[in-house]
């Protein structure tokens, strides 16, 4: 049984940076991880993606060369390195899991966290 569990969120200040983490459990080495994030009113957005089993990533346009996906094999623990935050990244964060590659739909995504609130003041 795949379980996913963040950690990490919280409030913070424009300009500072967050570290949030994914634990998982059961996953597959075969499968892909992906971040998303969902601020209020809006869409489940994806934001960063990375596989088990190499090292290429991927992140969703708002967040390129602000935000690092990572992760930690002998942990099962995926990481999001959130850098120069600013208002509009306030959001729930959501760890998911899919079986396959790359993938920036949500609905490609079979196993969800309960997600970690993120707020940054302005």
């Known amino acids: 049984q795949v379980q996913l569990v963040e950690s990490g969120g919280g409030l913070v200040q424009a300009g500072d940076s967050l570290r949030l983490s994914c634990a998982t459990l059961?996953?597959?080495?075969?499968?892909?991880m992906g971040w998303f994030r969902q601020a209020p009113g809006k869409e489940l957005e994806f934001v960063a993606g990375?596989?088990?089993?190499?090292?290429?990533?991927y992140y969703g346009d708002p967040v390129k060369g602000r935000f690092t996906i990572s992760r930690d094999n002998a942990k099962n623990t995926v990481y999001l390195e959130m850098n120069s935050l600013q208002p509009e990244d306030t959001a729930i964060y959501y760890c998911?899991?899919?079986?396959?590659?790359?993938?920036?739909?949500?609905?490609?995504?079979?196993?969800w966290g309960q997600g970690t609130q993120v707020t940054v003041s302005s």
């Open positions: 998911a899991a899919r079986a396959g590659g790359p993938h920036m739909a949500r609905n490609e995504y079979q196993h």
């Open positions: 059961g996953v597959p080495f075969s499968y892909f």
């Open positions: 990375i596989p088990w089993r190499d090292t290429s990533t």
